[in-house]
Each structure stands twice: as structure tokens, then as C-alpha cells.
């Protein structure tokens, strides 16, 4: 059974802080995805890692996934209160681009 | 990207009712997936939804519970069957395109 591990799962940092989420995976797969999700709404894609190595950034958020270690990172610099939502990294076990299993999830609160 | 809507948004039911959720997508996909989101909680894959054929149940979900149907290309819907109060959760459906998984704005159903 694939297993998907996020920590921390609640972070609480000061605007302008540095900060990395890890995702840890227990399966083989070259496909790792990063939601970002609003109390209340549904999720929205951040990133999208199709191969070892993979590395994207969008605005202060950063992602890399290592497929030999079965991890992704997401980090995030200099943080701003706009930020504070719950993210998701979810894992492609069959790397087809559909079927995914879902992290725990971790709570980002940024604090003036 | 992909266009999704969802019908009900929300909806409060009795418990050993049942509840049909719409879901539309823009353009026509092979394949459609049904989300659960418990309170607080990560996404969990119930199904998946092939036109013309029967869904494909994950682990711990039965087709008696969560019936769906898939008539075309662009339309699913599940049923939440004789409900109860631990059937309350986020139920949101999903397409792939482009290497990326979309999801819908989710139905929040409330059982009492």
C-alpha cells in the first residue's frame, strides 16, 4: 500500500521567514503533484514533478522532487501572510497522470 | 486547464437518505475520479469513472454505498447511499489533462 507522509503537518512562521515541507513517498514514481488548498475551497495545482531531478519555482513557493529518495520538497522563502493555506503533495503511483495518493497535508500559517 | 462544476455545492441531509452529485467538465476525458475529504482531513480516491463501463472502487469503498454513473464523456455522478452522519465530508471530482489532475469546486455535505 503506497504511503504518503507530509511534515510538518502544521507550521506556524513569521512573515519573512524561510521554510520546507517534506513529502516523503514508500513507492517507485516519477510523478509528484503540489496542491495548495483555501478553507473552504477546492484545490488548486502548484506544481506539477515528472522526473528525478525536477525543480519549479512560482513566486516565493519552490519545488523538487528526488525519485531514488522518494522525496519532494516544497519551500518556501520569505513567506508572506498571503501564503497561509493547506498543502498538499499527492503521489502518481502508476505515473499515468490520474489516480492519486494524497499526503496528510500541511497547515501554513504565516503571522504578521 | 480544465472547466469543473459540481451540483449541489452544499446540501444538509438526514441520515438514510441519499444524495446524487453532479459533476461536469468542460471537454470530454476518458477518465473521471471521485474524491472524499473528511473534516480536517487529506483527500482519499474512492473511484474511478470510465465511460461505459462500471467504476473502479478503491480499498474500503463499495459500488452499494456510492453508486456512479458515467453516461458520456463529460458527466458523472455518485450517490452517497443511506446516509449517515460519517458520510459528512468534501466530495470532489477530478479530471487529468496536460500531466496535471484538476478538481472541481467539491460538494460539502453535511449528514445529521
Known amino acids: 500500500e503506497l504511503k504518503v507522509e507530509q511534515n510538518p503537518l502544521f507550521l506556524s512562521m513569521q512573515e519573512g521567514k524561510n521554510y520546507t515541507i517534506y513529502c516523503n513517498y514508500s513507492t517507485t514514481s516519477d510523478r509528484l503533484y503540489w496542491y495548495r488548498q483555501d478553507p473552504g475551497k477546492s484545490l488548486e495545482s502548484l506544481f506539477v514533478l515528472l522526473s528525478n531531478g525536477a525543480v519549479k519555482q512560482e513566486g516565493r513557493l519552490m519545488a523538487s522532487l528526488d525519485t531514488k529518495a522518494r522525496l519532494s520538497t516544497l519551500h518556501i522563502t520569505a513567506a508572506v501572510h498571503d501564503l497561509s493555506a493547506t498543502y498538499f503533495c499527492a503521489v502518481d503511483p502508476y505515473n499515468a497522470g490520474n489516480m492519486l495518493t494524497f499526503g496528510g497535508g500541511t497547515r501554513l500559517m504565516v503571522k504578521p | 486547464s480544465a472547466v469543473i462544476s459540481q451540483k449541489p455545492s452544499r446540501d444538509i441531509c438526514q441520515r438514510g437518505t441519499s444524495l446524487t452529485i453532479q459533476c461536469q467538465v468542460d471537454?470530454?476525458?476518458?477518465?473521471m475520479f471521485w474524491y472524499r475529504q473528511q473534516p480536517g482531513q487529506s483527500l482519499t480516491l474512492i473511484a474511478t469513472?470510465?465511460?461505459?463501463?462500471?467504476?473502479?472502487?478503491e480499498s474500503g469503498f463499495v459500488i452499494d454505498k456510492f453508486p456512479i454513473s458515467r453516461p458520456n464523456l463529460t458527466f458523472s455522478t455518485l450517490t452517497v447511499s443511506n446516509m449517515s452522519p460519517e458520510d459528512s465530508s468534501i466530495y470532489l471530482c477530478?479530471?487529468?489533462?496536460?500531466?496535471?489532475?484538476?478538481f472541481g469546486p467539491g460538494t460539502r455535505l453535511t449528514v445529521l
Open positions: 477530478s479530471v487529468g489533462r496536460t500531466d496535471t489532475q484538476y
Open positions: 471537454s470530454q476525458v476518458t477518465m
Open positions: 469513472a470510465n465511460q461505459g463501463s462500471e467504476a473502479t472502487y
